[in-house]
């Protein structure tokens, strides 16, 4: 008796966001080592603890497949693109690399609404959710880095970002949750 809950295409589309998330875990530790290697330690751990939320994200989608009598295949990714020139060109990709991902969240969103499958649709609303924070985080360190004064940041203003990072939680405040009494 077939007892896979998802449809071929739904499964399919799983694993490959399940890949694209295995994908994102190899950029962002990538990154952290061409941070480490560049002498921005706090920026290296913030990215590196980027790469394990992306991970854990990969084996959500690999624990829903399966939970729904789906079959997980790990799958090949491709090699981290070239380390980034600056800063600047870290923080913008990883922003960029958010809003492709979205991209793909939506799509899956799309694909389960499309074909009526509630459970599908209900387990991306997290994914949703997070997207929002993931691009809100990533437009932080873009606008951190501009304050601090871009390329042409002095040693000093990079040092105080780089150990602010470094202490920064992982954790963003969401829209949703703004209030009259607590805005932000």
């Not at 560049?38 to 920026?43: A, S, T, V």
């Not at 649709?121 to 949703?128: A, D, K, L």
């Amino acid at each position: 008796m077939n007892t896979n809950r998802l449809s071929n295409e739904m499964q399919s589309a799983l694993i490959r966001q399940m890949t694209k998330e295995a994908h994102a875990s190899q950029i962002f530790l990538s990154y952290g080592c061409w941070a480490d290697i560049n002498g921005y330690g706090g920026i290296a751990n913030f990215l590196y603890r980027h790469s394990q939320e992306e991970r854990n994200h990969m084996i959500k989608f690999m624990r829903y497949i399966l939970d729904r009598g789906g079959e997980a295949k790990v799958e090949a990714i491709p090699a981290p693109p070239e380390n980034p020139k600056n800063l600047t060109d870290c923080f913008n990709k990883v922003f960029q690399h958010e809003v492709d991902n979205t991209t793909s969240i939506y799509e899956l969103v799309d694909l389960a609404f499309q074909e009526k499958d509630w459970a599908t649709w209900n387990f991306m609303q997290w994914f949703v959710k997070e997207q929002i924070e993931e691009e809100k985080l990533a437009l932080e360190l873009i606008d951190k880095l501009k304050i601090a004064g871009g390329d042409q940041a002095s040693d000093e203003s990079l040092f105080t970002l780089d150990k602010a990072l470094e202490e920064a939680s992982d954790e963003v405040s969401l829209p949703q949750t703004a209030t009259a009494d607590n805005p932000s």
